[in-house]
C-alpha cells in the first residue's frame, strides 16, 4: 500500500479486509445493516451523493435540495475533494467507469 493513512491501525485494516470479501450488493446489505445504523448507512449515502453532484459541478443550493444534506456537510466534503486522499475522486472514477460499460 503505498498510501499511509493516519488513520491506520490493525482493527481498521481488518475491517477494510472484511468489507473487500463482499461479493455483491446483496453481501453489502447484509453486512453494513448489521455494522451499522440505518442512520449511519443513509449519512454514508449522502456524503457519497454530495461528493458525486459536486464533482458534476452542481452548486451548495441544488445539492442542498436534492439530497437535503446541510451547508456545512457539503462544505466538508468539498474540502474532501480539493484537499483530501482523493478517495470520493477514485470511487466515482470506477463508477463512472462501471456506467459506462
Do not use: P
Not at 443513509?42 to 446541510?70: C, D, G, N, P
Amino acid at each position: 500500500m503505498s498510501y499511509e493513512s493516519k488513520f491506520k491501525k490493525d482493527d481498521i485494516d481488518e475491517l477494510f479486509d472484511a468489507v473487500l470479501t463482499l461479493k455483491d450488493r446483496e453481501d453489502c446489505y447484509r453486512f453494513f445493516e448489521d455494522i451499522c445504523t440505518i442512520n449511519e448507512i443513509h449519512a454514508i449515502a449522502q456524503r457519497l451523493q454530495v461528493a458525486k453532484l459536486l464533482s458534476e459541478k452542481k452548486t451548495y443550493t441544488e445539492i442542498e435540495a436534492i439530497t437535503k444534506a446541510s451547508t456545512a456537510t457539503i462544505s466538508r466534503i468539498n474540502k474532501c475533494l480539493v484537499y483530501g486522499a482523493d478517495g470520493y475522486k477514485r470511487v466515482l472514477e470506477r463508477l463512472q467507469e462501471k456506467n459506462e460499460e
